[in-house]
């Protein structure tokens, strides 16, 4: 079955980077959308950058757009996301997320990403 493990997250100053990754597995479709979420407390899980793997398309939410770079390594299985000039507001638990044998419209669809990982916390102060 698809999996999805998440690494990288940790304390940082704000202005500071770094850097998460996702690595997949499970499954050999090379249409897939693979996407990063995150859930602040008492806030809503919003998708702050997503992928889709056949075709390199990219999404950006406005709250991470200019500061943050979604790549992935199709060979790898795995999806990075560089967060750059960190702010506070960037606090929050950060999820990978998949859309397995997907079309591209999926992935604009947050009720489409059907597979998730366990989180990696960001902490900005």
């Known amino acids: 079955h698809v999996q999805l493990v998440e690494s990288g997250g940790g304390s940082v100053q704000a202005g500071g980077s770094l850097r998460l990754s996702c690595a997949a597995s499970g499954y050999t479709s090379s249409r897939n959308c693979l996407a990063w979420f995150r859930q602040a407390p008492g806030k809503e899980r919003e998708a702050v950058a997503v992928i889709y793997t056949r075709g390199d398309s990219k999404y950006y939410s406005d709250s991470v757009n200019g500061r943050s770079t979604i790549s992935q390594d199709s060979a790898k299985k795995t999806v990075d996301l560089q967060m750059n000039s960190l702010k506070p507001e960037d606090t929050a638990m950060y999820y990978c997320?998949?859309?397995?044998?997907?079309?591209?419209?999926?992935?604009?669809?947050?009720?489409?990403?059907?597979?998730w990982g366990r989180g990696t916390q960001v902490t900005v102060s």
């Open positions: 997320a998949a859309v397995i044998s997907a079309i591209p419209s999926h992935c604009e669809l947050r009720t489409a990403f059907s597979v």
